[in-house]
């Protein structure tokens, strides 16, 4: 079965540092998404990406975050100065279109 | 704001019994409606989707919508032990693919 690669699974960042989180969706796909979960919080929606361009991005999605496919596979996260209340379980997913999604298996985020 | 409350439980049911699950959404265009479970530390996994009104049965699972009632609910027979997790709703609304995720019902089968 077509799975969502997500790595590294773990990444622990000091506050103010640059984070990039690595996801691979399922290759006929064309809708990705990021998503976190901060520990025991609801999944939270962060953006959708869709031909190329950012489709929609919640209020969580500020000039801290950006979303890169820089090739036809791979599609990134960075925030690039994390702090405290960066860290969180993001997951990243991926879409035909209107069938629901199939989430990655998440990175574990932790700032210190 | 667009709003999916659930009950946060813990729901606890013996082994073999029905487990029902309960979601309620505030965006009366959503068209979409999902469930999902996410065992602890693990990521969510689709096992249902809805999208007109009435039941629809998958196995054990059956989902039922409502929409008059903005009232999404999920049936499982039979539980197991195994079906013990988190069942996230989760809604999409009438633009975009972007879902809103209820804060979820942990439910816990007893054997």
């Known amino acids: 079965e077509p799975e969502v690669t997500q790595t590294p699974s773990h990444q622990v960042t000091q506050m103010g540092q640059e984070v990039i989180l690595r996801c691979v969706p399922i290759?006929?796909?064309?809708?990705f998404y990021w998503y976190r979960q901060i520990l025991g919080q609801k999944v939270e929606f962060l953006v959708s990406f869709y031909n190329n361009e950012i489709s929609e991005k919640s209020e969580i999605f500020d000039d801290q975050f950006s979303v890169e496919r820089p090739d036809g596979s791979n599609f990134t996260l960075k925030i690039r100065s994390t702090k405290l209340e960066d860290s969180a379980m993001y997951f990243c997913?991926?879409?035909?279109?209107?069938?629901?999604?199939?989430f990655g298996s998440g990175t574990r985020l932790t700032v210190v | 704001q667009k709003e999916v409350e659930q009950n946060s439980g813990p729901l606890s049911v013996p082994e073999g019994a029905i487990a029902s699950l309960n979601c309620t959404y505030s965006?009366?265009?959503?068209?979409?409606f999902f469930w999902y479970r996410q065992y602890s530390g693990k990521s969510p996994e689709l096992i249902m989707s809805?999208?007109?009104?009435g039941d629809k049965e998958d196995g054990r699972f059956t989902a039922q919508l409502n929409k008059a009632s903005q009232y999404v609910s999920l049936l499982i027979r039979d539980s197991q032990p195994s079906d013990s997790a988190t069942y996230l709703c989760?809604?999409?609304?009438?633009?975009?693919?972007?879902?809103?995720f209820g804060g979820g019902t942990r439910l816990m089968v007893k054997p």
């Open positions: 809805i999208y007109s009104n």
């Open positions: 965006d009366r265009g959503s068209q979409s």
């Open positions: 290759s006929n796909h064309l809708y």
């Open positions: 997913a991926s879409s035909r279109q209107d069938y629901g999604y199939t």
């Open positions: 989760a809604v999409n609304g009438n633009a975009g693919n972007m879902l809103t």
